[in-house]
């Protein structure tokens, strides 16, 4: 068994200030990790040094010396950040929320894939806290004979050891799990909400299941487009099967007893809300290596902490297996 452990004193340079980005500049040095941080907006740079953070005034700059670097910036802005890196040789991961085309991008550099779960609907650095990742689920892509898994390692403690969950899956297994829970949701309350423009009556109506349902609508809409649009292969699939259930809901309201015809459709539904989120089992010991590592994230289970030759791991409690 290994002794878990967490990474002290890590020089980390965080590219991008905005909610996510701002965020984990202020995790990282609650952690006592050495960060500095940079965005491209003198405002936010200025609003960051002001609560003292030491700040750079170029990607250059921020990522010299620094032994891991953090991408925080939009995908659509990646391709304009990633030859500012020329001459650097650290680690490098993102928080980008969408993996295959960040993987594409950074394939000839000592990458790992990261996303944490942990978005909401407002943004920028004035809306990030030191706390936001505390149990969040924090996406770290494996890639079978690609990912040097020393590297993911190294990522899986350091974020562990600020309280995240890390979740090993390859980018397309990631991608295609993000258009089902975030990118499809993200259109789907634009398209709910936008009800009541012409409508004041139902905008007046509107209580609990609309407020809940079109929450994520408030989102910038470059941020859900940028999103969508960069993980437009995934999303289309699944907003097709969505458009599919939606299309049976309908013809089960054409039956001579819809009651009775669309209960069964909406008892699936109401069974998985209730059993989310999954109740966690006992803690277990994973090997550290890529298959043991994927076959947990497949399972639905995750990470809390890292030893030399196996992860201390918690799955739900249906899919527990003996440690």
């Known amino acids: 068994m290994g002794e878990e452990e967490r990474l002290q004193g890590v020089r980390v340079a965080v590219v991008g200030l905005g909610l996510i980005g701002g965020s984990l500049l202020r995790a990282l040095a609650a952690a006592g990790h050495e960060v500095t941080g940079f965005d491209a907006d003198p405002a936010t740079r200025e609003a960051a040094r002001t609560e003292g953070f030491r700040i750079a005034d170029s990607v250059a700059e921020v990522v010299a010396g620094s032994e891991l670097t953090a991408l925080a910036v939009p995908l659509t802005v990646l391709p304009e950040v990633i030859p500012q890196l020329a001459g650097y040789d650290g680690l490098v991961t993102d928080v980008t929320s969408v993996k295959g085309p960040v993987r594409d991008l950074l394939k ?18 004035a809306a990030s806290e030191k706390d936001l990742f505390d149990g969040c689920a924090w996406v770290l892509c494996l890639e079978p004979h690609e ?23 390859t980018a397309a297994e990631h991608d295609t799990a993000a258009a089902q829970i975030s990118h499809v949701p993200h259109l789907f309350a634009a398209a709910l909400a936008e009800q009541i423009v012409e409508n004041p009556l139902a905008g007046a109506l509107g209580a609990g299941s609309f407020r809940d349902g079109t929450r994520v609508a408030a989102t910038r809409p470059e941020l ?17 099967r969505l458009i599919g259930v939606l299309e049976e809901m309908s013809e089960a309201l054409e039956a001579e007893d819809p009651v009775a015809a669309l209960t069964p459709r909406l008892r699936m539904g109401a069974q998985a809300r209730r059993a989310w989120p999954a109740t966690p089992g006992q803690a277990t010991r ?8 994927l076959d947990l994230g497949r399972s639905g289970g995750w990470v809390t902490s890292v030893g030399d030759t196996d992860v201390v791991a918690l799955r739900p409690e249906s899919d527990r297996k003996p440690s």
């Open 108 to 125: 000839d550099r000592r990458f790992v894939g990261g996303h944490p779960m942990a978005g909401r609907e407002t943004s920028g650095f």
């Open 147 to 169: 990912t040097d898994l020393s590297h993911w390692l190294t990522l899986a403690r350091l974020f562990t050891g600020m309280g995240a969950r890390v979740v090993p899956v």
């Open 224 to 240: 859900t487009a940028a999103m969508c649009g960069g993980n437009r292969g995934a999303v289309r699939r699944e907003l097709h």
């Open 286 to 293: 994973v090997p550290a290596e890529v298959q043991a590592l």
